[in-house]
């Protein structure tokens, strides 16, 4: 199947986030690219094939998804992978050895945490977390060899930037690669390749897909080598993407860039409610002007993104309360749907991260996360001021 796309890079975003990657089926018209659910494929003769052979090792869906992903960044065809944690696993298979050091954002997805401290450890692979919001403390922590540096920004949960231009530099004047999980924002608001990355790292169940229908991963870069390693890796241990999730995710690409900008305009509406609530303590947003990285998030986003975190006075019992009152709003361990969601990161996404390292990275057991929807906006204020209401009525502060 042709794509319109591959000669001509003047197209947008929001154009390619439609058609990059695929056509109109030749045999039949169809405008949507065909599910090939298909375990295997004919082949022509012994060694004759027709581009694919066997699913975990291609597949003319999946290929589809890859091509648009990698249109996106502006960079070579992704590899998709069954699960972001399978994209972020086979990662580190790809380019961690025995002995090998890899320096990583202290604040990251709770389940990056547990594959390199349970897992690659067990294989002499050392992982140290780092501030890498600050220069200096990544510049030291570089001063000791490094095969990569692995960095998600914003953080989940507390939002805190890492400068990835700086960051990029560093690592590389560091021999390292450079790595860049971009869940959080992904091509639509925030281009790290542009800003010195080497691969960058998705999670496409969330803002990718976007509509809570599945789960997927994605790694891109623009190193052929680096790429065929991916792509060995990814076949061998059969972390491949099925062809339904990859339908079902170039379908929710085709309105990335516009629920993007929806998801950023609510958030900044919710972040500024929070923000002026007498019950709450602190909210991180990178688009509130009081966000002590302010700047550095107006330099290398677009815009805010869907995603925040608060915390309310009273601490875990205030949070418990608030999270057990919402209405409109789903206690969920997910973000990045067209549905509002909230969750307790000390108890769901990061509760097997040691404590004292959760807490050491500003995961407070009373933090609340909020990946904030596309509902209407004065629908999502009313069920959280009603929450608080219930906080207020039943909480000591």
């Not at 992903?69 to 972020?88: D, K």
């Not at 999730?245 to 950023?264: M, V």
């Amino acid at each position: 199947m042709s794509d319109p796309l591959q000669s001509d890079s003047a197209y947008r975003l929001e154009t390619q986030a439609i058609h990059a990657g695929t056509a109109p089926d030749p045999l039949t018209g169809a405008m949507l690219t065909p599910v090939h659910q298909s375990t295997t494929f004919a082949q022509d003769g012994v060694g004759k094939d027709r581009g694919y052979t066997y699913t975990r090792c291609g597949n003319p869906t999946v290929a589809a998804l890859e091509a648009r992903l990698g249109e996106l960044e502006g960079v070579l065809p992704a590899c998709a992978f069954a699960t972001g944690m399978a994209a972020t696993t086979s990662l580190f298979l790809a380019v961690l050895r025995a002995g090998d050091r890899v320096v990583v954002s202290d604040v990251v997805y709770g389940g990056t945490v547990r594959v390199l401290q349970q897992v690659f450890d067990s294989f002499d692979v050392r992982a140290d977390f780092v501030d890498t919001s600050n220069p200096e403390a990544l510049r030291t922590a570089l001063q000791e060899p490094a095969r990569l540096v692995f960095v998600e920004t914003p953080a989940n949960p507390t939002m805190k930037l890492t400068d990835l231009r700086v960051a990029a530099e560093l690592a590389h004047a560091a021999g390292a690669l450079f790595a860049v999980d971009n869940t959080f924002l992904t091509a639509a608001l925030q281009r790290p390749f542009e800003l010195g990355a080497d691969v960058v790292v998705y999670s496409t169940t969330k803002y990718i897909e976007g509509h809570n229908s599945t789960v997927g991963g994605a790694l891109l870069c623009r190193d052929e080598e680096l790429a065929e390693r991916i792509r060995f890796v990814k076949n061998t241990a059969g972390t491949t993407q099925a062809p339904w999730e990859s339908w079902l995710t170039l379908r929710g690409i085709k309105t990335l860039p516009l629920r993007l900008e929806r998801h950023s305009s609510n958030a900044l509406e919710i972040a500024r409610f929070l923000e002026g609530h007498e019950l709450v303590e602190t909210v991180h947003y990178p688009f509130l002007e009081s966000f002590p990285q302010f700047e550095l998030a107006t330099a290398q986003q677009r815009l805010g993104g869907g995603m925040l975190a608060f915390e309310l006075r009273g601490g875990v019992d205030a949070g418990v309360r608030f999270l057990e009152s919402v209405r409109l709003c789903t206690l969920a361990e997910n973000l990045g749907a067209v549905e509002t969601l909230v969750t307790h990161p000390a108890t769901m996404t990061h509760g097997s991260v040691p404590p004292a390292q959760r807490r050491a990275a500003g995961i407070h057991d009373g933090l609340v996360r909020l990946s904030v929807g596309l509902e209407n906006v004065a629908d999502l204020t009313a069920d959280l001021e009603q929450a608080l209401k219930e906080v207020a009525g039943g909480v000591p502060l």
